[in-house]
């Protein structure tokens, strides 16, 4: 039985809709909070992760990346979607915002705290459950769709967390999931470029660059790697890629000095691209349904 550290919801109706007949949605483990939760920051907070000086292709990601996996959700009236990691809840608000009936995952208690604030804010309610991916605290075949965006790479199981995503999905129900691609063209070119400047260079720098790992990750994404252990759980139906060149040297400041509409159309037409090129792209969307 999976374990829940805790409710955090305004929206306890909503939980109710999971219930089975005669067994809480909400079921303990006879296994302490430590041991199943070992190797787990439960405090996370994600104010590190967004730069000070926000360039115009780091906007243009965030930004593309959100509205493209929007398009994929297909929130609605009548849906029922479950966030695995669902962060500060903006796309929880945003998909309950469009109708849909929406169940947040996540382990951390300040994320939690910050999605509580969000909603305060926004006016919006969407239920809370403070739980970990590898054990979703619900019934099987309960949820119409599942979403997981840019939270994959933080969990200690992946692998586990995408079968428990098809666990509790129903059968024809979509999945959608986005984590960043550490092999992109942009990567790869930032790597080659900063190998031949170190060979010619004895400066060293003291930060990470963006292709190397962050220390809250617990796994390295790529397009293939990211479809191979998805095909275990889910039938994928569809692969895109969005954004494209995110981290090659120089590329922000040259974006920050062109004229902001000519900046845009470099993105959107190098987007464009990345749509049909996923395995070199920034961010890797896949949409995928339960298998019957």
């Not at 909503?14 to 909400?26: A, F, H």
């Not at 909070?33 to 360039?55: F, K, N, Q």
């Not at 590898?134 to 079968?163: I, N, Q, T």
């Not at 190998?195 to 930060?207: A, I």
């Amino acid at each position: 039985m999976p374990v829940c550290l805790g409710v955090y919801s305004d929206n306890r109706g909503l939980l109710l809709m999971l219930e089975p007949k005669r067994e809480s949605v909400l079921e303990a483990k006879d296994m302490s909070e430590e041991s199943r939760c070992s190797g787990i920051d439960l405090a996370w907070d994600d104010s590190h992760v967004m730069p000070e000086v926000i360039t115009p292709e780091v906007e243009f990601m965030f930004r593309k990346m959100t509205e493209v996996f929007f398009s994929e959700i297909g929130a609605k009236p009548g849906v029922l979607v479950l966030d695995v990691g669902c962060g500060r809840g903006l796309d929880g608000v945003r998909m309950s915002q469009e109708g849909a009936s929406v169940v947040g995952v996540e382990p951390s208690d300040i994320m939690l705290r910050h999605a509580r604030d969000y909603m305060r804010e926004s006016g919006t309610s969407i239920a809370l459950v403070r739980a970990i991916g590898e054990y979703l605290p619900f019934r099987s075949a309960c949820v119409d769709k599942v979403v997981c965006k840019g939270a994959l790479d933080h969990f200690a199981d992946p692998a586990r967390v995408l079968e428990e995503m098809a666990r509790v999905l129903k059968v024809g129900g979509r999945a959608v999931i986005v984590v960043a691609n550490f092999e992109s063209l942009g990567f790869k070119i930032g790597r080659a470029v900063y190998s031949l400047w170190k060979s010619l260079s004895t400066e060293r720098v003291s930060f990470k660059m963006p292709w190397e790992i962050p220390d809250d990750h617990t796994y390295r994404f790529d397009y293939r790697l990211l479809k191979r252990m998805v095909s275990q759980c889910f039938t994928v139906e569809k692969v895109k890629g969005i954004s494209l060149l995110f981290g090659l040297p120089w590329w922000g400041a040259f974006l920050s000095r062109c004229p902001a509409k000519l900046a845009q159309t470099i993105l959107a037409l190098l987007d464009k691209i990345a749509r049909r090129l996923p395995w070199l792209s920034d961010v890797v969307l896949v949409s995928c349904t339960r298998r019957t």
